[in-house]
């Protein structure tokens, strides 16, 4: 906090044109993975401040990537964690690791062994030697080649390439997160809408054409291509935001400037703060005044929240 309250007393002496906006991360966790055994064999020439410094700084570019290479009980998030079963704890926690990072889908070419050991399908060995493939042949250009990676078979494939993502791939479709099994059917929902398979990187004109079919079109193209209605939808809104990620839908880090101390506060403003903690009476909210501020459960929303 007084590295805050330095670094915006310097930034008002800045013209306003020239001045940057600063945002704060958090470093739960920096200090229990900066003497892991994963960072000393990726900075083994920096010193244990510094890893910690490098983490801080990956997160804000890629906090999912960054994040899990800490055990996740280590971030200190909610209460009782150490009143519950530790094995199952950690169970249900790897659970909704793995649910995150199958959501978002992995960059093939980026993905540390950590990230892409959480990916269905693929566990800490299959995820090295994707990573020792990748620095002997160079960046993947598709995710066929993933089967020639040791101990990577036809039905780990089968599991794990909806989810890999190769941003720079020659063929659309391995940019999205549409299965190999149905480029078939992707193609063919291309070709009856009038689409060339090189406009899908471009989205627009794919999205305004998809963004027009009825219910009664994804019917009728379900059966002519031999697919499911569901499976057409997923390739629909996959066709539409190729390469998104959904957290593109959630709002920027929060650049600050202004609220720094309790007497800057005043009724009636209204700030964007990040939830640091949530317990059974309500939620801690950092808004960047020296202490969390409490939400409590009776003031979180105009409905009643029973839990």
């Known amino acids: 906090r007084e590295t805050e309250q330095f670094v915006a007393a310097w930034l008002k002496t800045l013209p306003a044109s020239a001045r940057p906006a600063y945002t704060i991360v958090s470093e739960a966790g920096a200090s229990v993975y900066s003497a892991s055994p994963l960072a000393k064999e990726e900075f083994p020439d920096l010193d ?8 801080i700084a990956r997160r804000l570019q890629d906090p999912l990537a960054e994040l899990v290479k800490i ?42 062994v950590e990230l ?46 909806g989810f890999l993502r190769i941003p720079d791939a020659p063929y659309p479709l391995d940019r999205t997160p549409i299965h190999p099994e149905s480029y078939g059917i992707a ?18 004109a794919v999205a305004r054409t998809l963004g027009r079919l009825r219910e009664a079109d994804i019917a009728r193209l379900a059966q002519e291509l031999g697919c499911g209605e569901p499976t057409l939808r997923d390739i629909v809104e996959a066709l539409m ?9 959630l709002p920027p880090p929060e650049l600050r400037s202004d609220v720094l101390a ?10 964007t703060g990040t939830v640091r903690n949530v317990v059974d009476f309500g939620a801690f909210v950092d808004i960047g005044v020296q202490q969390d501020g409490l939400v409590h459960i009776s003031e979180l929303a105009e409905r009643y929240v029973q839990h």
């Open 262 to 271: 309790i007497d800057d506060l005043r009724e009636g403003m209204v700030l």
């Open 241 to 249: 935001r190729p390469g998104r990620d959904p957290r593109d839908d």
């Open 71 to 112: 055990e996740p009980r280590s971030l200190g998030v909610g209460q009782y964690q150490h009143d519950v079963d530790g094995k199952r704890l950690a169970e249900v926690l790897r659970g909704v690791v793995e649910a995150s990072v199958n959501q978002i889908g992995v960059d093939l070419n980026t993905a540390s």
């Open 116 to 161: 892409l050991s959480y990916v269905a399908g693929l566990g800490p060995h299959v995820a090295q030697n994707i990573v020792a493939y990748r620095d002997e042949h160079g960046p993947f250009t598709s995710r066929r080649q993933l089967l020639e990676v040791k101990r990577l078979g036809p039905r780990t494939f089968e599991q794990c390439a």
């Open 48 to 55: 244990v401040s510094e890893r910690s410094a490098v983490s």
């Open 187 to 204: 193609e063919g929902l291309l070709a009856a809408l009038g689409l060339r398979l090189n406009q899908v990187g471009d989205g627009d």
